[in-house]
T-cell receptor, first 114, second 110 residues
Framework: DAGVTQSPTHLIKTRGQQVTLRCSPISGHKSVSWYQQVLGQGPQFIFQYYEKEERGRGNFPDRFSARQFPNYSSELNVNALLLGDSALYLC?????????????FGAGSRLTVL | EDQVTQSPEALRLQEGESSSLNCSYTVSGLRGLFWYRQDPGKGPEFLFTLYSAGEEKEKERLKATLTKKESFLHITAPKPEDSATYLCAVLGYSGYALNFGKGTSLLVTP
């Protein structure tokens, strides 16, 4: 049974560029969340999507945006990249948004901004 | 604002040397406290969810406990394969996202 899949696994960008990260949730899971994990820190919440609508947003600038598609997959976009955006970007899925659902994480996309 | 503090930041144990990791938290109504394990270059892997003070859960050499202010992850007779970063996170009633601590990096040597 496939888990949460993310692509690309690694990428290198330069300052000012734009990046799109992709996530496919576990089959049957309708909620997708995005987290940013800077080296040496715990994951920090960016977005939650459920049924194609944004249900929550963390303390990130408007350069960060996301969307969820009818098949529940999701994309995270980051514009005007800064050096500080270098991090592991984690996608997690859960069956729904209610209750204390367990999040299942993907392996992440490692973004390096030069 | 929800806060999670984990200690120690790093822990080195010899194989078989039991110890505990601490997770102190403040949250406006606890819906759940989560423990995850993260190996280098990988995403966090779910271990346990605790919902109320006094609750305990076990899995192999790991046992998680919960009080109203903190949670402990007890590691009994650890093996080198237990080496990883252990993350604690809380979900409060006022929020919808997990609030993670910085993690404890555990190294178990043979």
């Amino acid at each position: 049974d496939a888990g949460v899949t993310q692509s690309p696994t690694h990428l290198i960008k330069t300052r000012g560029q734009q990046v799109t990260l992709r996530c496919s949730p576990i089959s049957g899971h309708k909620s997708v969340s995005w987290y940013q994990q800077v080296l040496g820190q715990g994951p920090q919440f960016i977005f939650q999507y459920y049924e194609k609508e944004e249900r929550g947003r963390g303390n990130f600038p408007d350069r960060f945006s996301a969307r969820q598609f009818p098949n529940y997959s999701s994309e995270l976009n980051v514009n005007a990249l800064l050096l500080g955006d270098s991090a592991l970007y984690l996608c997690a899925s859960s069956p729904d948004r209610a209750g204390a659902n367990v999040l299942t994480f993907g392996a992440g996309s490692r973004l390096t901004v030069l | 604002e929800d806060q999670v503090t984990q200690s120690p930041e790093a822990l080195r144990l010899q194989e078989g040397e039991s110890s505990s990791l601490n997770c102190s938290y403040t949250v406006s109504g606890l819906r759940g406290l989560f423990w995850y394990r993260q190996d280098p270059g990988k995403g966090p892997e779910f271990l346990f969810t605790l919902y109320s003070a006094g609750e305990e859960k076990e899995k192999e050499r790991l046992k998680a406990t919960l009080t109203k202010k903190e949670s402990f992850l007890h590691i009994t007779a650890p093996k080198p394969e237990d080496s990883a970063t252990y993350l604690c996170a809380v979900l409060g009633y006022s929020g919808y996202a997990l609030n993670f601590g910085k993690g404890t990096s555990l190294l178990v040597t043979p």
